[in-house]
């Protein structure tokens, strides 16, 4: 199984800040990862999708790079809509795993 | 608009079983790979489930497998998840998702719905 170890857990930020999330497999991997974002009662959001590409619909300050080890989520000029919980997901292979989640909360 | 419904979710004693229900809208609902996936109170994801398109192909997390049966019904538009000898760990919130192929991010999603076993 590919264990995918995400940091930080929890980040604190203001608006117009640029922040980054890392997920790293526990083995060299394709780049079949996925970001998701997260908030209560809604319904989860696909960000980005083969590790670099953005979904439709989805604002250009969101990105994504990486590749084998580690995998990075990029956010600039956070807004007030961005504060929610975001996970990575690895589509390489079975049993499909997820980070453990990051929380981006307002300093 | 592109939807997934799910809707079963309850209060069940361990050992205990519940059938999960997810409605497919929107989109072509044969074409989908779909999973089950879900969530702990105040904890992450984890995927459960798998069910290919036409059905050929299941799988399961170690966490379930032999307890939970994923199933689909394409004259219908939904998907199942019928979970049996529930445990408290089972305790989750419960999302059906979809990718349009076996290797593909999940781009629909459905809203959840709430599973609590307890005596």
């Known amino acids: 199984d590919i264990q995918m170890t995400q940091s930080p857990s929890t980040l604190s930020a203001s608006v117009g800040d640029t922040v980054t999330i890392t997920c790293r497999p526990s083995q060299r991997m394709t780049t079949w990862l996925a970001w998701y974002q997260l908030k209560p009662g809604k319904v989860p959001k696909l960000l980005m999708y083969d590790a670099s590409s953005l979904e439709s619909g989805v604002p250009s300050r969101f990105s994504g790079s990486g590749s084998g080890a580690e995998f990075t989520l990029t956010i600039r000029s956070l807004q007030p809509d961005d504060f929610a919980t975001y996970y990575c997901q690895q589509y390489s292979s079975y049993p499909l795993t997820f980070g453990q989640g990051t929380r981006v909360d307002i300093k | 608009q592109v939807q997934l419904v799910e809707s079963g979710g309850g209060w069940v004693k361990p050992g205990g079983s519940l059938r999960l229900s997810c409605a497919a809208s929107g989109f072509t609902f044969r074409d989908y790979y779909m999973s089950w996936i879900r969530q702990v109170p105040g904890k992450g994801l984890e995927w459960i489930s798998y069910i290919s398109s036409g059905s050929s192909d299941t799988k399961y997390a170690d966490s379930v497998e032999g307890r939970f049966t994923i199933s689909r019904d394409d004259a219908t538009n939904s998907l199942y998840l019928q979970m049996n000898s529930l445990r408290a760990e089972d305790t989750a919130m419960y999302f059906c998702?979809?990718?349009?192929?076996?290797?593909?991010?999940?781009?629909?999603w459905g809203q959840g719905t709430t599973v609590t076993v307890s005596s």
């Open positions: 998702a979809g990718t349009y192929s076996s290797t593909s991010a999940f781009d629909i």
